[in-house]
């Protein structure tokens, strides 16, 4: 999983409209404590192996969460079209993997209220799961 995450970083390079709408604020599994606000965390959701007779196939779930505490939701919406023009059937280049496809599966924009540590008011929220298929070599 280590190559998929440096491929899913390496998308994701500097110039891009998605680095540039979270400030490169992109993070595997979980943000640091008080990261600046926009931000993007993946998780890998599941890996199975999805073995054929003839060729070694894995098929990966993850899911890009994107945050927010902007007073509406422009700002997410941006960063939400930033990143599915750059992930949806794109092309990952997986050291010792083919990449066979890369398709979102669902996307949902929820709400909620940070608490007075994180200094109150409300946020956003995007979760956005993407279903991985790949070759091994």
């Given at each position: 999983m280590k190559n998929l995450s440096t491929a899913i970083y390496a998308k994701c390079a500097v110039g891009t409209a998605l680095n540039t709408s979270i400030g490169g604020r992109l993070y595997k599994a979980r943000a640091p404590q008080g990261v600046t606000w926009p931000y993007a965390v993946y998780y890998l959701i599941s890996d199975m192996p999805r073995d054929t007779f003839t060729?070694?196939?894995?098929?990966?779930?993850i899911q890009f969460t994107i945050f927010s505490s902007a007073s509406g939701t422009t700002e997410i919406e941006t960063i939400f079209t930033n990143l599915t023009a750059l992930y949806d059937y794109c092309s990952l280049t997986i050291t010792g993997n083919t990449h066979l496809s890369?398709?979102?599966?669902?996307?949902?924009?929820?709400?909620?209220?940070?608490?007075e540590k994180e200094g109150g008011g409300q946020y956003y929220q995007y979760n956005v799961d993407y279903e991985i298929l790949m070759k091994k070599n």
């Open positions: 060729e070694r196939l894995e098929e990966v779930l890369m398709k979102r599966e669902h996307a949902m924009l929820l709400s909620g209220e940070l608490d």
